[in-house]
């Protein structure tokens, strides 16, 4: 009898972004895709990881990593897995070229393994998964959806994808294949969800050119274009507009030179010989005849874009009459950033454009339409959306059912739900496996867990404030023998009432004389905490300071 198959979300299936998945069958593992979540959490926190803990437990496992395409919401969090983790990974090219920076930044040696479009390759070895690439087109080039051949049949995984008839570059996505695999039998579609709330078919990223070669004919300033630096056609349109406009191209930002690189030498991107001019040269050529290319589309603040807003960037300056276009669509959460992005922009005298009318963005992602038209080609058995919040997956569903999937075959997961497919139809067990969120801060040390306690005392900080409680006590008998003195920041209602606050304190140590020096300074933090909740309703950080003299 088939053993069955485990389809268990780790990341992706309730929210944009921190997209992972295991497929288990036979006691082995297949993992799609490793990313992150971007945050705009404001206590120092840069990105999300899934908790990888339910696979780094089954280490021994896990036989493969395969990555569906290379941006970071799904390749960002492979090097806290691989730390652990020591198994192949496999990817196209220009998908292992933005993995390996990420790896090396990190310290991390790994296997990686090049496939390309139609390549077939098991899931380790002694694992009854295999998996094939199969071209998709999506905001990155070289993104592939994966078919994987179960003991339960064969699974699609979509990755992100849009079906373009008329790609900038690169063979298009592969339907025929797509279509072949649906008359064959397929188990179940695992599907990109992200835009499940847009009607009709997405944009194509070749109509983006026209509205970049406007800009720049019209602009009589310099023309900023703020977009992904991994989207090399979009990069490559920006190019070719600038080029004809007669405007030579700098880069800002760490990302985007690096990335512009890669997929130079790649031959994802062509650049006339003449274009190319560094910042310091840049600074002294009439505003007529130069483009910048720079990150910081999502409002980043630390992004190059967003320096040059605060007049903090060392190389460059917005000046009126400049243009700044933003070529990206704003991710869920990002909202208020780019706001603020484009208040200050405009303040010191830019003109700032994005989506319109010429279009300066495409999504990368597919619109129902698209998604409907993936549910026809295949012809699913069963059907799961991926990749979104909770309304997009639901969302998404419902064109399944529209297309005919029964509501018994629609399964609607989220992170640490587990399907299994066995011989009998599929069911969602009872039991969900470890998931969760991993906040990640990054500086020059490298990235660093940032732990829920540090979290929950950092926001309490910038909520309530700190008041540091200083006692002065005999070594002896531990009777007080100065203050309590309180040096508050950030701390509301103490003013004028110190004494108050001072009498209660020394109640509660003289309770505590005799106790030790651990439970006298508990005795302190509780009793400034007490009364901080009764008297103003608030719960500063307490830090108790007993000196014994």
């Given at each position: 009898?088939?053993?069955p ?14 997209n ?7 006691g082995?593992?297949?993992v ?11 206590f120092g ?45 496999y ?6 070229a ?17 496939v390309?479009?139609g ?16 071209a ?19 699974l ?5 994808f ?13 339907l ?8 064959a ?7 990109d969800?992200?835009?499940a709330?847009?009607p009709?078919?997405?944009?194509s990223e ?8 406007d ?7 310099r023309v900023?274009?703020?977009?992904f630096?991994?989207n ?9 507009a ?19 690189e890669?997929?130079r030498q ?12 560094t ?21 980043e ?27 990206s ?9 780019v ?6 922009l405009?303040?010191?005298g830019?003109?700032?454009?994005w989506?319109?009318?010429?279009p300066?963005?495409?999504t990368?992602?597919a ?19 991926i990749h ?14 529209a297309e005919?999937?029964?509501p018994?075959?629609?399964h ?32 020059e040390g ?7 306690a ?6 309490r900080l910038?909520e ?19 203050g309590?003195?309180?040096h ?7 003013d004028?009432r ?8 020394l ?9 030790g ?12 905490r ?14 108790p ?5």
């Amino acid at each position: 009898m088939p053993s069955p198959v485990r389809i268990v979300p780790l990341g992706g299936l309730g929210e944009v972004g921190m997209n992972c998945l295991a497929v288990e069958a036979a006691g082995r593992i297949a993992v799609i895709d490793c990313g992150v979540l971007f945050t705009d959490e404001p206590f120092g926190v840069d990105v999300i990881t899934p908790d990888l803990g339910w696979l780094i437990e089954r280490r021994e496992q896990v036989g493969a990593v395969f990555l569906t395409h290379g941006h970071e919401d799904h390749v960002g969090a492979l090097p806290f897995l691989l730390r652990h983790v020591a198994a192949p990974v496999y990817g196209t090219r220009f998908t292992l070229a933005m993995v390996k920076g990420r790896l090396a930044e990190a310290g991390i040696t790994a296997d990686l393994r090049e496939v390309a479009p139609g390549d077939v390759r098991p899931a380790g070895e002694d694992s009854p998964i295999s998996v094939e690439f199969i071209a998709v087109t999506h905001s990155i080039p070289d993104a592939c959806s994966l078919a994987l051949t179960t003991p339960q049949g064969v699974l699609i995984h979509s990755g992100d994808f849009k079906i373009d008839e008329r790609p900038v570059r690169g063979p298009g996505m592969d339907l025929a294949r797509l279509e072949a695999l649906g008359q064959a039998g397929v188990r179940l579609l695992l599907s990109d969800s992200t835009n499940a709330e847009r009607p009709g078919w997405a944009l194509s990223e070749s109509a983006v050119g026209p509205g970049l070669h406007d800009v720049m004919a019209e602009a009589t300033g310099r023309v900023f274009v703020a977009t992904f630096s991994s989207n090399a056609h979009r990069l490559q349109q920006v190019v070719e507009a600038a080029a004809a406009a007669g405007r030579r191209l700098a880069l800002l930002g760490r990302g985007m030179v690096e990335n512009f690189e890669i997929a130079r030498q790649l031959g994802q991107l062509l650049e006339p010989g003449w274009m190319p001019v560094t910042a310091d040269e840049a600074r002294r050529l009439p505003p007529r005849e130069l483009a910048i290319l720079t990150t910081g589309s999502q409002g980043e603040p630390r992004a190059a874009l967003g320096r040059l807003a605060r007049d903090e960037h060392p190389e460059l300056k917005v000046h009126a009459g400049d243009t700044v276009v933003l070529s990206s669509r704003q991710i869920p959460g990002n909202e208020l950033a780019v706001g603020r992005l484009v208040n200050e922009l405009c303040a010191r005298g830019a003109l700032v454009r994005w989506e319109g009318h010429p279009p300066l963005h495409a999504t990368g992602h597919a619109q129902e339409a698209e998604q409907r038209r993936l549910i026809q080609l295949t012809r699913p058995e069963r059907f799961v959306p991926i990749h979104g919040e909770y309304r997009q997956l639901a969302r998404h569903a419902a064109h399944a059912a529209a297309e005919g999937i029964p509501p018994g075959r629609r399964h609607l997961l989220t992170d640490g739900q587990v399907l299994e497919l066995d011989d009998a139809g599929a069911r969602v067990l009872p039991e969900r496996v470890r998931s969760g969120r991993v906040a990640i801060s990054r500086d020059e040390g490298g990235a660093v867990e940032v732990a829920d306690a540090v979290l929950d005392d950092r926001r309490r900080l910038a909520e309530f404030g700190l008041c540091v409680a200083v006692v002065q006590v005999s070594a002896a008998t531990g009777a007080v023998l100065a203050g309590p003195e309180f040096h508050a920041r950030g701390v509301a209602g103490l003013d004028g009432r110190e004494a108050e606050l001072r009498a209660e304190v020394l109640a509660a140590l003289g309770e505590a004389v005799g106790a030790g020096g651990e439970a006298r300074r508990e005795a302190l933090r509780q009793a400034v905490r007490r009364w901080f909740r009764r008297a103003t309703g608030r719960r500063p950080v307490v830090e108790p300071v007993i000196i014994e003299r």
